[in-house]
């Protein structure tokens, strides 16, 4: 199996700051990576797909970058409203795996 | 919209259905999954159907133990639970993936349905 590697498990910062959340695979993914954000007791949603995309109607200070095994979700000045936890995901093999979660505070 | 159904308090050993009932969304075109989060914990796929129901995949956690299946004629997924553990208490998902062709995404997602097993 995959295993997905995220950090940090958290992050406080400020309204305005950029905040970078990385994850690690164990092996390459093929750029097969998806960015979930997940607010309390919400149903996470997805951000980011194929490493770089940006879901239709995500905020563009969202972003995508990386390849092979490491791959980063930045968040650009940082707004009250993304106060969640953010997931990532590998999207190329079975078993499909989630990485252990970026809870993101506001300082 | 998806909506889970099929949620409760069950025994250890004990079985269950959920339900992922699916609505202005043409269901039938996508494949679908049941994902999970226990209390607090993050996110677990747990297994997935192909559109025509032909092609499935579990993880390791609960294959020989659930059974995903979908009736598209009733724009609904299933996940038929058997032989539940206590560590199988968590909220259960259902998820659609978008088929782009960029790898297995969840685009949509229903409310999830809270299983718990106690005795």
């Known amino acids: 199996d995959i295993q997905m590697t995220q950090s940090p498990s958290s992050v406080s910062a400020s309204i305005g700051d950029r905040v970078t959340i990385t994850c690690r695979a164990s092996q390459h993914i093929h750029n097969w990576l998806a960015w979930y954000q997940q607010k309390p007791g919400k149903a996470p949603k997805l951000l980011i797909y194929a490493a770089a995309y940006l879901q239709s109607g995500v905020p563009s200070r969202f972003s995508g970058s990386g390849s092979g095994t490491e791959y980063t979700l930045t968040i650009s000045n940082l707004q009250p409203e993304d106060l969640a936890t953010y997931y990532c995901?590998?999207?190329?093999?079975?078993?499909?795996?989630f990485g252990g979660g970026t809870k993101v505070e506001i300082k | 919209q998806l909506v889970e159904s099929g949620g409760g308090l069950v025994k250890p050993g004990g079985s269950l259905r959920l339900s992922c009932a699916g609505s202005g969304v043409t269901f039938r075109d996508f494949y679908m999954s049941w994902i999970r989060q226990a209390p607090g914990q993050g996110l677990e796929w747990l297994a997935y159907?192909?559109?025509?129901?032909?092609?499935?995949h579990y993880a390791d956690s609960v294959r020989g133990r659930f059974t995903v299946s979908r009736d598209n004629a009733k724009n609904s997924l299933y996940l038929e639970m058997n032989s539940l553990r206590a560590d199988d208490t968590a909220v259960y998902y259902c998820?659609?993936?978008?088929?782009?062709?960029?790898?297995?995404?969840?685009?949509?997602w229903g409310q999830g349905t809270l299983v718990a097993v106690s005795s």
């Open positions: 995901q590998q999207a190329d093999t079975f078993p499909l795996t």
């Open positions: 159907i192909s559109s025509s129901g032909h092609v499935t």
């Open positions: 998820a659609r993936d978008p088929q782009t062709g960029d790898g297995y995404t969840f685009d949509l």
